[in-house]
């Protein structure tokens, strides 16, 4: 599997982009000494679209992998494909050398017309000796025999007939088509190769191509144990290849592990995202970021995070006993930045949903102090190692195609 950690980011989509503007401002009660001078960041406070996404590393994964076996054994006169081509069921992946089914097949059809000569002979002869039976001109004896021909040139026809099917049946066994619509991923032998059947050898054949659909792809991924409660079968997904950074797909949860894994000290849960990929870009064995929406909240009160700040112990106390969750900001009032208290509700990394305190349009504060610039600097760097990825395989079936 992949080496993954999830993060919880947000992307805004807000009525007018939040500002930032960097101010010097006077702190207390407006000295001009150069001591009091702190530098601040203003933000405004704005509506716009809060969302929480689950964001991993993943890898594209074909849906149904089939592997090509031939019912015969033989050697390869004809492979017209190649790796990445498409293909439609019912094409020509493989030919054997047919001659030995081919003469099979005429000492069968050889047989089977002398047998159907005969029958018509020992008819005419029954229908003949018949009539003489009825006119007491042969005896019993003579009647049970020319029945018993009868019946014995009949099974002759019927086991002609089968041993014909037989071999009709081993020659087209000697050419290989393809079962399904899809590309080729693999092929494992040339023209000239000599092949074992995939039915009738202990080994299980000799593969000639893996083949498969690749108009919707699996995007395997896995997800912190943290995050694993707030995903369902049925959510959306927006996947991102890397070799397309430019593009997105859409997908949604198809599967969920049932039981956890261990990797590097972090529990992960396995997830399948499924995606349409009609024009075939994505291919298999790419990496891809893939974010999960789990919350979205629009035309809401937005400020980014970095503005708040936990308040005092005894303010703390107070709201927790009314049972709201509370932060204090700095907001803008005259040329100054006084302490404020808000409400707010959902929050993350960047941005929080602000419940009371503050109006739309609101001018907040945010001192540019070492602590700020290292929490950034921290921030950035974890999302920078969250974005490595490892790849991990996937089982495929095998088909002996006739």
Known sequence: MLNFKTILITSIIS???????????????????????????????????????????????????????????GEIVELPVEEGDFISQGDLI????????????????????????????????????????????????????????????????????????????????????????GIILQKYVEEGQIIASGVST???????????????????TGIDEIDIGKVQIGHSAKVVADAYPELEFNGKIVRIAPEA?????????DLVVEVKNNDGKLKSGMNTRVEIEIVKKENVLLAPAIAMQIPDVTDLEDYQKKDVNMRKILLKQGDKFVPQMIEIGLYNFKQVIILAGVEEGSILGVPMTSRLKDESERLQERIKRIRSSRSFGSKKRSSSSK
Do not use: H, W
């Open 202 to 220: 202990v080994s299980g054949g000799t593969p000639i191509v893996d083949i498969a659909d690749m108009s919707s792809v699996y995007i395997e």
């Open 261 to 269: 894994r261990i990797e590097q000290n972090v529990t992960l849960f």
């Open 94 to 181: 493989a030919r054997l050398d047919q001659k030995d089914e081919r003469a099979e097949v005429a000492q069968a059809q050889a047989d089977f017309d002398i047998a159907k000569a005969e029958l018509k002979q020992a008819q005419s002869t029954f229908e003949r000796r018949n009539q003489l039976f009825q006119d007491n001109l042969i005896s019993e004896e003579e009647q049970g025999q020319i029945t018993l021909d009868l019946a014995v040139a009949k099974g002759k026809v019927i086991q002609a007939s089968t041993t014909l099917e037989r071999a009709q049946e081993r020659l087209s066994e000697a050419v290989v088509r393809a079962p399904i619509d």
């Open 15 to 73: 009525v007018s982009a939040i500002a930032g503007i960097t101010v010097f401002f006077l702190s207390g009660n407006g000295s001009d000494t150069g001591r009091n001078r702190i530098k601040f960041k203003e933000v405004i406070v704005e509506r716009g679209t809060f969302q929480i996404i689950v964001m991993a590393n993943g890898i594209v994964k074909s849906i149904d992998r089939i592997e090509i076996k031939s019912k015969a054994s």
